[in-house]
């Protein structure tokens, strides 16, 4: 039983059930069992407001009401609350929901932990979502290294999500008010649709909080931090007008009787079966219906990789060949045996270009574009998930009309973590040591960026130029290591200041310049100083001495 399960194939995937076995769902004859729930996103309505600005609304709040926020790891609980004293954890978990059900405690903080716990009426009347819920498992994990826009890994997330919005409400007298925050969860939400695969009744109240925001949104297109809170008053005080609309809402909303369930869910269950008693070629079958049924590229590309593994187990060769033709739609899949031709990433076309393309391809819709770029900036940021922050840097670079890409990945290890081409013949080959912690930049870090240099003369040859960059915390060389010629460094600091222009060059561009007009283009991107050259010179620095 569950109450957020909007697409039924689980059954299928983890229970084994034949989709024909799931034809007619037990449902509550409506949806008005669940209790009120206004839904805020406060950087959907004006993308300007910082998560500083809400947390200081939602801190205030907390000194009348009972509020839990549930973020997706500690070290982002300690944005709320840096003494960690108001951190549940399993030692105190009890102790806290007790307390919570009996009086006022203020603001508590959930790490991971969307489902298991009930906090009704007065123990939760504001429930904030910050932030993703992480992945379950390192195999999640390494499908979203590959296929970022994975559906199935979109509706896990979802439902979790929706799952952690109904902590707070238990019955249908309850009420609670629901914030979301976090420029990746709004990326997801909004421009990835990822509120379709909310249940019907969340996605009802979604739609009707929406509907109230609108309103809000007619007399004020970028409503003030102020403005938007104002309307928790409609939860928070239970205004009749809200709960009554709300309920109506509710009663008109029929549950689903007839499965949900995703073809290539089914396909993946079959494959398995198939493959649990040696039938192969059955399985391998199987996934080639389901890739040739797949309008997304690097989805496809990921089940031809699936499709290739089966086929490892009988056919060698024609393995080695699917895995090949699954490079050509997903450079993020396995490296055949024999290796693929590497292929040059050229200066195609002139920045302005390249920026309006970009722009162009993700959203016609401001406000989901400025959300956009935030969630890539907020994602690079030093921290140890090396694979989040290289594809956030090869986006960044195609933000400002860059052609980028990921040689590492696409050649197994021999090129450099990210290349951008900058300018007339000119690249950037950048080793990213996000995650360093030490204080000086190690001998091995200079061999691999040295190599990766070496790498880019022999594949690129006479008449290209490049410059070898190092992201790190340090400045400084170890004693030991040996400075690669014309080696760069970028510095927290320094990425902190190029990700501020990018953010100001992307506001300018969307609110202010027809992307048509690349000679507007050309001269914001000189005023917020991105061009090539610019990037050299203005977010990098040299070495600064060697430790002793």
């Given at each position: 039983m569950s109450a957020t399960l909007a697409d039924d194939s689980i059954f299928v995937s983890a229970l084994g059930l034949k989709k024909d076995d799931v034809t007619n769902i037990i449902t509550p004859d409506k949806a008005n069992d669940i209790g009120d729930r206004l839904i805020l996103f406060p950087q959907h309505l004006n993308s300007n407001i910082t998560d500083d600005e809400i947390k200081e609304k939602i801190v205030l709040l907390s000194e009348r009401y009972n509020v839990l926020i549930i973020v997706p790891s500690r070290e982002r609980g300690k944005f709320w609350d840096d003494t960690e004293k108001n951190i549940i954890d399993k030692e105190n978990i009890e102790k806290i929901v007790k307390e919570l059900k009996q009086r006022h405690v203020g603001l508590v903080i959930l790490v991971n932990r969307y489902d298991g716990i009930d906090l009704p009426d007065d123990a939760c009347r504001l429930l904030v979502i910050d932030g993703l819920p992480p992945?379950?498992?390192?195999?999640?994990?390494?499908?979203?290294?590959?296929?970022?826009?994975?559906?199935?890994?979109?509706?896990?997330?979802?439902?979790?999500?929706?799952?952690?919005?109904?902590?707070?409400?238990?019955?249908?007298?309850?009420?609670?008010?629901?914030?979301?925050?976090?420029?990746?969860?709004?990326?997801?939400?909004?421009?990835?649709?990822?509120?379709?695969?909310?249940?019907?009744?969340?996605?009802?109240?979604?739609?009707?909080?929406?509907?109230?925001?609108?309103?809000?949104?007619?007399?004020?297109?970028?409503?003030?931090?102020?403005?938007?809170?104002?309307?928790a008053n409609f939860s928070l005080n239970r205004q009749i007008e809200w709960i009554q609309k709300s309920r109506e809402r509710l009663s008109n909303i029929v549950y689903e009787t007839v499965s949900s369930i995703s073809d290539t869910t089914v396909a993946l269950r079959l494959a398995f079966e198939f493959a649990c008693c040696c039938q192969w070629k059955n399985a391998a079958g199987e996934i080639s219906n389901a890739a040739n049924n797949e309008l997304d590229e690097k989805n496809c590309g990921y089940l031809m990789q699936i499709k290739a593994e089966y086929t490892n187990f009988y056919d060698k060769i024609k393995a080695q060949q699917i895995l090949l033709s699954a490079r050509k739609l997903n450079g993020g899949v396995l490296m055949?045996?024999?290796?693929?031709?590497?292929?040059?990433?050229?200066?195609?076309?002139?920045?302005?270009?390249?920026?309006?393309?970009?722009?162009?391809?993700?959203?016609?819709?401001?406000?989901?574009?400025?959300?956009?770029?935030?969630?890539?900036?907020?994602?690079?940021?030093?921290?140890?998930?090396?694979?989040?922050?290289?594809?956030?840097?090869?986006?960044?670079?195609?933000?400002?009309?860059?052609?980028?890409?990921?040689?590492?990945?696409?050649?197994?290890?021999?090129?450099?973590?990210?290349?951008?081409?900058?300018?007339?013949?000119?690249?950037?080959?950048?080793?990213?040591?996000?995650?360093?912690?030490?204080?000086?930049?190690?001998?091995?870090?200079?061999?691999?960026?040295?190599?990766?240099?070496?790498?880019?003369?022999?594949?690129?040859?006479?008449?290209?130029?490049?410059?070898?960059?190092?992201?790190?915390?340090?400045?400084?060389?170890?004693?030991?290591?040996?400075?690669?010629?014309?080696?760069?460094?970028?510095?927290?600091?320094?990425?902190?200041?190029?990700?501020?222009?990018?953010?100001?060059?992307?506001?300018?561009?969307?609110?202010?310049?027809?992307?048509?007009?690349?000679?507007?283009?050309?001269?914001?991107?000189?005023l917020y100083k991105l061009r090539g050259r610019d990037i050299v010179n203005e977010y990098m620095t040299d070495i600064n001495g060697f430790s002793s």
């Open positions: 992945l379950r498992s390192e195999y999640d994990k390494y499908v979203q290294s590959i296929n970022p826009g994975s559906t199935l890994l979109l509706r896990e997330q979802m439902q979790r999500i929706e799952q952690g919005m109904g902590r707070g409400v238990r019955s249908n007298s309850d009420s609670c008010c629901i914030v979301l925050m976090g420029s990746k969860l709004a990326d997801v939400l909004l421009r990835n649709k990822g509120s379709l695969f909310f249940s019907k009744a969340t996605m009802e109240q979604y739609q009707l909080s929406k509907e109230l925001c609108d309103l809000l949104m007619q007399e004020n297109s970028t409503p003030s931090i102020d403005e938007i809170f104002a309307l055949p045996m024999e290796g693929i031709q590497y292929d040059k990433l050229l200066n195609s076309k002139e920045q302005a270009k390249g920026v309006k393309e970009y722009f162009v391809n993700v959203s016609d819709n401001p406000n989901e574009c400025i959300i956009h770029i935030n969630s890539v900036l907020d994602m690079l940021a030093f921290s140890p998930d090396a694979n989040e922050f290289e594809r956030a840097l090869m986006e960044a670079g195609e933000i400002l009309g860059f052609d980028s890409s990921r040689p590492d990945k696409a050649t197994s290890g021999k090129g450099p973590d990210n290349l951008w081409a900058i300018e007339d013949n000119k690249y950037l080959v950048i080793e990213c040591k996000s995650g360093a912690i030490c204080e000086t930049i190690s001998k091995d870090y200079c061999n691999q960026l040295g190599g990766s240099e070496r790498w880019f003369k022999a594949e690129y040859g006479n008449g290209y130029q490049c410059v070898p960059v190092i992201i790190h915390p340090s400045s400084v060389l170890d004693s030991l290591a040996t400075q690669v010629q014309g080696m760069k460094i970028i510095t927290p600091e320094l990425l902190d200041k190029m990700k501020k222009r990018i953010k100001s060059f992307s506001a300018e561009l969307i609110q202010n310049v027809d992307l048509q007009d690349e000679d507007k283009i050309n001269a914001l991107l000189a």
